[in-house]
T-cell receptor, first 116, second 109 residues
Framework: ETGVTQTPRHLVMGMTNKKSLKCEQHLGHNAMYWYKQSAKKPLELMFVYSLEERVENNSVPSRFSPECPNSSHLFLHLHTLQPEDSALYLC???????????????FGEGSWLTVV | QKEVEQNSGPLSVPEGAIASLNCTYSDRGSQSFFWYRQYSGKSPELIMFIYSNGDKEDGRFTAQLNKASQYVSLLIRDSQPSDSATYLCAVKGGNKLTFGTGTQLKVEL
């Protein structure tokens, strides 16, 4: 139990489907993140939210749409994805996105996404 | 040049030996350095972080940082089969945290 919970853990979707990934953190953190992890590639930061405000969007295609209704919840809405979007999507949280040297990031268990 | 570079491995060590994992980074302004462990099919979990040059020890783990040479390493003493995993190095400069691709460690009986 990491304090960051993601659902669903596994998702298979067609290219025309619309689905959402959900993340909830119980650590009292102010910042939440979406990362993508593909085989043999470094973790790719997708989005950063600080106090429900999006502070970073790393050139992510519009078929990925994040939503942060409050500091404890984060969603990633998916639509018209491509097979190359199949990957492990990791949610994470930290106390503050850019203050202090610490900013330890804690990850959820991840959502395995397969696009067929 | 990759921003954070790690040898992908696999690095194989016998049980009880010292495993040495290395990481180099390109941004001289980097301030914080993290080691995460990731078991197959699981998410990364933080092992250690280090800010200052020198060694930092936590149980069987020692992180070593040399900012002049721009490398950070992780030593695992008395390696156990349960240490078999991929170890991710992450480097923070400003508000950006950059991960390496990870080194796969195999501890053999």
């Amino acid at each position: 139990e990491t304090g960051v919970t993601q659902t669903p853990r596994h998702l298979v979707m067609g290219m025309t489907n619309k689905k959402s990934l959900k993340c909830e953190q119980h650590l009292g953190h102010n910042a939440m993140y979406w990362y993508k992890q593909s085989a043999k590639k470094p973790l790719e930061l997708m989005f950063v939210y600080s106090l429900e405000e999006r502070v970073e969007n790393n050139s992510v295609p519009s078929r990925f749409s994040p939503e942060c209704p409050n500091s404890s919840h984060l969603f990633l809405h998916l639509h018209t994805l491509q097979p190359e979007d199949s990957a492990l999507y990791l949610c994470a949280s930290s106390q503050d996105p850019d203050r202090g040297r610490g900013n330890t990031i804690y990850f959820g268990e991840g959502s395995w996404l397969t696009v067929v | 040049q990759k921003e954070v570079e790690q040898n992908s491995g696999p690095l194989s060590v016998p049980e009880g030996a010292i495993a040495s994992l290395n990481c180099t980074y390109s941004d001289r302004g980097s301030q914080s350095f993290f080691w995460y462990r990731q078991y197959s099919g699981k998410s990364p979990e933080l092992i250690m972080f280090i800010y200052s040059n020198g060694d930092k020890e936590d149980g069987r783990f020692t992180a070593q940082l040399n900012k002049a040479s721009q490398y950070v390493s992780l030593l695992i003493r008395d390696s156990q089969p349960s240490d078999s995993a991929t170890y991710l190095c992450a480097v923070k400069g400003g508000n950006k945290l950059t991960f390496g691709t990870g080194t796969q460690l195999k501890v053999e009986l």
